[in-house]
Antibody, heavy 115, light 107 residues
Framework: EVQLVESGGGLVQPGGSLRLSCAVSGFIVSSNYMTWVRQAPGKGLEWVSVIYSGGSTYYADSVKGRFTISRDNSKNTLYLEMNSLRVEDTAVYYC?????????WGQGTLVTVSS | SYELTQPPSVSVSPGQTARITCSGDALPKKYAYWYQQKSGQAPVLVIYEDSKRPSGIPERFSGSSSGTMATLTISGAQVEDEADYYCYSTDSSGNYVFGTGTKVTVL
């Protein structure tokens, strides 16, 4: 059974950092494209970042230079390192399998950036 | 930055057909994907590569694309289809983007 479980969300002050994890079972993270998507409260979905199986990474302009996507093959886990957090980064963050046809999603983890 | 534009809302009576449009300049060359999101839940893929339906998605969901517009059609809408729907595609640089979202009301 495929499962994606996000963790690491919480309350952080503006300018702070947080690392989100997405623990995967049922498939191999390193053999798949993996995507982070976020959704601010009451707002629409926003694509954040993707890591391809070959290791290439891409970011939305809104997070470029502040967020880093990575994976740990030994733990079969995807990460999103978030630095210089802003109030507007407040959202539920989802990890998903693939880059376009996102058929498998986690349940999401809430990140709140507030003083 | 690249944008995919959807109508904010669509209303349909049960059993009728709902059509949700998604407009984007790169759509003639890029596939469209459609996601359904019910309140408090993660999104679900309902259409991929313009018109393909994943296993488990009811046949009443269909997709098409022509020129700069992609369309999701719900034929014979059911009350349980009430949700937010998002199109999704890529720009010419390979970055992904979601549409602005459409709230579908079935009443």
């Amino acid at each position: 059974e495929v499962q994606l479980v996000e963790s690491g969300g919480g309350l952080v002050q503006p300018g702070g950092s947080l690392r989100l994890s997405c623990a995967v079972s049922g498939f191999i993270v390193s053999s798949n494209y993996m995507t982070w998507v976020r959704q601010a409260p009451g707002k629409g979905l926003e694509w954040v970042s993707v890591i391809y199986s070959g290791g290439s990474t891409y970011y939305a302009d809104s997070v470029k230079g502040r967020f880093t996507i990575s994976r740990d093959n030994s733990k079969n886990t995807l990460y999103l390192e978030m630095n210089s957090l802003r109030v507007e980064d407040t959202a539920v963050y989802y990890c998903a399998r693939d880059s376009a046809a996102l058929k498998d999603w986690g349940q999401g983890t809430l990140v709140t950036v507030s003083s | 930055s690249y944008e995919l534009t959807q109508p904010p809302s669509v209303s349909v009576s049960p059993g009728q057909t709902a059509r949700i449009t998604c407009s984007g300049d790169a759509l003639p060359k890029k596939y469209a994907y459609w996601y359904q999101q019910k309140s408090g839940q993660a999104p679900v893929l309902v259409i991929y590569e313009d018109s393909k339906r994943p296993s488990g998605i009811p046949e009443r969901f269909s997709g098409s694309s022509s020129g700069t517009m992609a369309t999701l059609t719900i034929s014979g809408a059911q009350v349980e289809d009430e949700a937010d729907y998002y199109c999704y595609s890529t720009d010419s640089s390979g970055n992904y983007v979601f549409g602005t979202g459409t709230k579908v009301t079935v009443l």
